[in-house]
């Protein structure tokens, strides 16, 4: 099935670093996501995006929606260790028009040395 | 308030034989989405309950099938399992109505391992 290609794979970063992390698709979505999957649990939806050129926060975390729709961002400021975990990007079509799935990027494994 | 429940949390088969997970829906949700999660990867789309009928599936063989029930839980049945089919199985619940927005909120999912 498609997935997103979302980058880097994997990134060890200090205590109290900004964390940077992308996702890009060949599609357009109307909506994007941002999850995050400790080990043995479900994804925790982090970030809700609607709109193109959208800048939202929750907390240390920013996310965007690119202009094209076909891509989004997520910022972590000032890490911390609970910050570990493995963040996933998700891409949504329009419901409207019948899409209700969502299509999710690889991961990102993030790593915080304290 | 109860978030999205799922069970059993670990579940482990032979091939050939059958298999039905179950998860009930956030507590105001009416719309159930199951995923699958291989080892490394990010969930792929199986199917989408909305209304006790099945409104979009993913790229899934009819092996797997599923039921939504008047109260909005649901079950995934995988038949003739595979080696393959072994994964981590998500719920996710969301409002369904709406035709804009519909955030999708999972559960902490079954693992399967087929053998």
């Known amino acids: 099935g498609q997935q997103l290609n979302q980058s880097p794979q994997s990134m060890f970063i200090q205590e109290g670093e900004d964390v940077s992390m992308n996702c890009t698709s060949s599609?357009?979505?109307?909506?994007w996501l941002w999850y995050k999957q400790d080990p043995g649990e479900g994804p925790v939806l982090l970030i809700a995006l609607y709109k193109a050129g959208e800048l939202t926060s929750n907390g240390r975390l920013t996310a965007q929606f690119g202009i094209t729709r076909k891509d989004s961002f997520l910022n972590i400021s000032a890490s911390i260790p609970s910050d570990v975990g493995i963040y996933f990007c998700?891409?949504?079509?329009?419901?409207?028009?019948?899409?209700?799935?969502?299509?999710f990027g690889k991961g990102t494994k993030l790593s915080v040395i304290p | 308030d109860a978030g999205v429940t799922q069970s059993p949390t670990h579940l482990i088969k032979t091939r050939g034989q059958q298999v039905t997970l179950r998860c009930s829906p956030k507590s105001g949700h009416d719309t159930v989405s199951w995923y699958q999660q291989a080892l490394g990867q990010g969930p792929q789309f199986i199917f989408q309950?909305?209304?006790?009928?099945?409104?979009q599936r993913g790229n899934f063989p009819d092996r797997f099938s599923g039921h939504q029930f008047p109260n909005y839980s649901s079950e995934l049945n995988v038949n003739a399992l595979l080696l393959g089919d072994s994964a981590l199985y998500l719920c996710?619940?969301?409002?369904?109505?709406?035709?804009?927005?519909?955030?999708?909120?999972f559960g902490p999912g079954t693992r399967l391992t087929v053998l």
């Open positions: 599609s357009i979505f109307n909506t």
């Open positions: 996710a619940s969301s409002l369904g109505g709406g035709k804009v927005h519909n955030e999708q909120f």
């Open positions: 309950y909305y209304e006790e009928e099945e409104r």
């Open positions: 998700a891409g949504q079509g329009s419901p409207g028009a019948g899409s209700y799935q969502l299509t």
